[in-house]
């Protein structure tokens, strides 16, 4: 299984990538979390990075493209892998195609989690991440038991540096004008499949199974 999640910022895209590593032991390639970590280590990268990043702009082509070429060609992706939030633009889509053309691994399956634009801020502003097992709560869907705190290991909860109003704004513009056109992209090559991302996070994640599994 090599899949593609598109969806909007916010639509669930790390949530289902999160269940589709336990049920079918294959990793997520998250670009925003690869960016993140960097920014968090204060790597060149990850300064470079940040400017971009707390404006909800995307970050260089230059800069991801690298990281995902490097990324899926080790071992653990033989037997497949989930990128999330990577291809954000048609000039990504196009390189990650010839790349994994030449290793004769071409894309299964690009899956849209599919959110009305309403739902979205509410999920961003709400949303809290536990920095130590990274599980993520919903402070509107699903919050935590104790406030701040991760019911599974303890952990210290987080909120995003850019999920602000401001910067939620500007992420959803982007996403509309670079990333939306993905869908057409897709579609063209037959292997576009979508879902309703709205419901139980279980509901979404059984439609996904179908999907992966040609149900
Ligand atoms: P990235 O980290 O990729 O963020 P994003 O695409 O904006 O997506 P999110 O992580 O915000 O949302 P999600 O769909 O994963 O939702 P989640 O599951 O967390 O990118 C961040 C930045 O990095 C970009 O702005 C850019 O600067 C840079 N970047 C990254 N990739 C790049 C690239 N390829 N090129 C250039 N720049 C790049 O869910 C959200 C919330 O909703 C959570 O609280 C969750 O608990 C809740 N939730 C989920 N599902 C449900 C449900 N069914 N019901 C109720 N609540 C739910």
Known sequence: ??????????????????????????????????LRASVAAGTPLGKEAKSYMDKGELVPDSVVIGLVKERVAQ????????????????????????????????????LLIDVDKDVLMKRLTGRRTCKNCQQMYNVYFSAP????VCDKCGGELFQRDDDKEETIKK????????????MDYY?????LK??????SIDEIFNQVCNIVEGK
């Open 1 to 34: 299984m090599r899949l593609v999640l598109l969806g909007a910022p916010g639509g669930g895209k790390g949530t289902q990538a999160k269940k589709l590593i336990e049920k079918y032991g294959i990793p997520q390639i998250s670009t925003g979390d690869i």
């Open 75 to 110: 071992d653990d992706c033989k037997k497949g892998y989930i990128l999330d939030g990577f291809p954000r633009n048609i000039a990504q889509a196009e390189v990650l195609d010839k790349v994994l053309a030449e290793m004769g691994s071409p894309l299964s399956t690009a």
């Open 145 to 148: 038991k104790k406030d701040g």
């Open 171 to 182: 992420r959803l513009d982007v996403y509309d004008a670079q990333t939306a056109p993905l």
């Open 187 to 191: 579609k063209k090559k037959g292997i």
């Open 194 to 199: 979508s879902v309703k991302g709205t419901g």
